[in-house]
């Protein structure tokens, strides 16, 4: 859905994009840098995933407190690639 969105004529904002996920399926997606260090912030801490430093990622809150870290934007049509999950700190 965030990929067709992203990719319509003429393009939806991400900030658009990222507030119809949070109104159809109830939590909210940020886009995250991956430090030099390989590492993003989690809570207080900073975790280390397979990601290429400086690279972009997305991280999603869901209504019940779990946070996932996503490789790209949420698609209905294929499965997630899931590289963190956790409950917020």
């Known amino acids: ?3 067709k969105l992203l990719s319509s004529k003429p393009p939806s904002s991400y900030s ?3 507030s119809e996920l949070h109104r159809r399926l ?5 886009r ?11 809570g207080s801490q900073r975790l280390s995933f397979e990601a290429p430093p400086r690279s972009n990622v997305i991280r ?3 209504h019940d407190g ?5 490789r790209q934007a949420p698609d209905p049509k294929a499965k997630p690639v899931v590289l963190l999950h956790g409950p917020v700190f």
């Open 60 to 62: 999603c809150l869901r």
């Open 32 to 42: 995250v840098r991956v430090g030099d260090d390989g590492k993003v912030p989690v």
């Open 66 to 70: 779990d946070i996932f870290y996503l």
């Open 1 to 3: 859905m965030l990929a």
């Open 26 to 30: 109830n939590f909210k997606t940020d």
């Open 16 to 18: 658009a994009a990222a």
